[in-house]
């Protein structure tokens, strides 16, 4: 097989090459740099600088609140995804439109917003104090912001799967006896299964990476809320550029592992979406 | 994409009792008012606590104006370096067939999923005092990290994929029918791609470009790397904010931060009005195959 099929347009070469020349600039040669850097370290001094135990609590945290923040995710953006869909109510579009905040939004200035309201003494903080529940500058707090810049993908995800199901399936299993319940469970979660793994998994990717959002409301204490993407910020203000590299390569290393689970994930549910049609 | 909205009602054997209605939407309008409308109303609350005269005072400060001016500069160069990069992409990969594909595609997504501080990380290790190019470019002269090209380098990796993700599925859908008719006709390739194609993809372009924007003039974690947070010099708006905020400067850090979360607000009203338009778009299109059959 010919590297290229035969086509009448041109500038196959020129946008090819283009392409090929700023993503090598851009993306690849950057990331090679860090690889190679890495491999400047030995084996011991690698492993000590990435199964540190500080280190190893920070990983903690933020598999864990990634975690935590993308199955709340995965119930409110199904419920939200439902509702904007299938049910009629005042404001729609606004509230639709709204959903992508967390996305136009500056991670920064949502990271401010949230520590300051769930600050003890802020608008919501006062009436989780009372309660004994702390927030900011805990790990719920990271959870809690974590939730926020998360918040689209599933029912980014879900809805257009949600728009495109078709009424008779519905319809013949109501005629056939199920109840509304049976309906949802048997009928239509199956259909949206593969939809709701892939915006979980996206938002997992993405909570796993996020700095800007977390660190104000983290309180940043070692070994109980400090991130992953903290430690390389704070190896590098030490000037430990060997231990920033290392830590970014095991970080580089989890992203390209989701990112293989997100491609086959958006495989499945292309198939398994394409074989109803 | 946000879906189209319907408002029909369906019919009773398809959807819930009315209580249970009112219940999700109730809990997913709770949902959104505790974690989106909330935290959005609070920013502009707390900017505005101590009246407007400080909050004009917080913005036109020198470094906040500085700041402003640098933010408006990344944004004005990386945007276009990806515009143009995205179009190209999306030509070679929708118009053309070729091996390796799908890899190309995976490769242009990955900053998506890279850390924003490794993304700071790794301009570091290239263009800083320790890196490959740091000596070389120290003895010319040369500032990259802690300077304003490195800011961009690192704006222009974390915005990178938005313009070219927009454009490929809708250049495949598009197909190349129309382009090889204009050659056909005649036309030049930079006629058929000026007069042809770029008319077709307009509205997506618009909306990869707004989303590139709102992220190049918002993204804090991989130019925290590689800015040096030198005030007034290499401060963004979103440094600036956090600089404030941690001395204490809560009505300054909101001012700031409600000038971003305004451009949040502009970006999501016209990302909506772009849906809509290529929604009608659409619409008018089907229309018009009915008509012509």
Known sequence: MAFKQHSVLPGFGLSLGYTLLYLSIIVLLPLTALVVKSSDLTWPAFWAAVADPRVIATYKVTFGASALAATLNLFAGLLLAWVLVRYPFPGKRLIDALVDLPFALPTAVAGIALATLYAPNGWLGQYLEPLGIKVAFTPLGIVVALTFVTLPFVVRTVQPVLQDLEHELEEAAASLGATRWQIFWKVILPMLLPALLTGFALAFARAVGEYGSVIFIAGNMPFVSEITPLMIISKLEQYDYLGATAIAVVMLGVSFALLFIINGLQWWSAKRLGRRK | ?293
């Open chain 2, 1 to 293: 994409m946000a879906g189209a909205i319907n408002n029909t009602p369906r019919s009773v054997v398809t959807t819930e009792s009315r209580p249970v209605r009112y219940l999700l939407t109730g809990l997913a309008l709770l949902f959104v008012g505790l974690f989106l409308v909330i935290p959005l109303l609070s920013v502009f609350v707390e900017a505005l606590r101590q009246g407007w005269k400080l909050y004009l005072a917080a913005l036109v400060e020198p470094d906040a104006l500085s700041a402003i001016k640098l933010t408006l500069l990344v944004a004005v160069i990386s945007v276009p370096l990806n515009l143009v990069f995205g179009v190209a992409a999306a030509w070679a990969i929708a118009k053309f067939e070729f091996r390796g594909k799908s890899l190309l595609i995976t490769l242009i997504d990955l900053p998506f999923s890279v850390s924003p501080v490794v993304a700071g990380l790794i301009y570091v290790l290239l263009f800083g005092a320790q890196g490959w190019w740091g000596p070389w470019l120290s003895d010319n002269d040369v500032k990259v990290i802690f300077a304003v090209p490195g800011i961009v380098l690192a704006t222009v990796f974390v915005t990178f994929p938005f313009v070219a993700r927009e454009l490929i599925p809708l250049m495949e859908a598009q197909g190349s029918d129309e382009e090889q008719a204009a050659m056909v006709l005649g036309a030049s390739g930079w006629q058929t791609f000026w007069r042809v194609t770029l008319p077709n993809i307009k509205w997506g372009l618009l909306y990869g470009v707004i989303l590139a924007n709102a992220r190049a003039m918002g993204e804090f974690g991989a130019v925290s790397v590689v800015s040096g947070h030198i005030r007034g010099l290499t401060n963004t708006v979103p440094l600036h904010v956090e600089i404030l905020y941690n001395e204490y400067n809560f009505v300054g850090a909101f001012a700031c931060a409600s000038i971003l979360a305004l451009l949040a607000l502009v970006t999501l009203a016209a990302k909506s009005y772009v849906e809509w338009r290529s929604a009608r778009l659409a619409l008018e299109d089907q229309r018009n195959a009915l008509n012509d059959q």
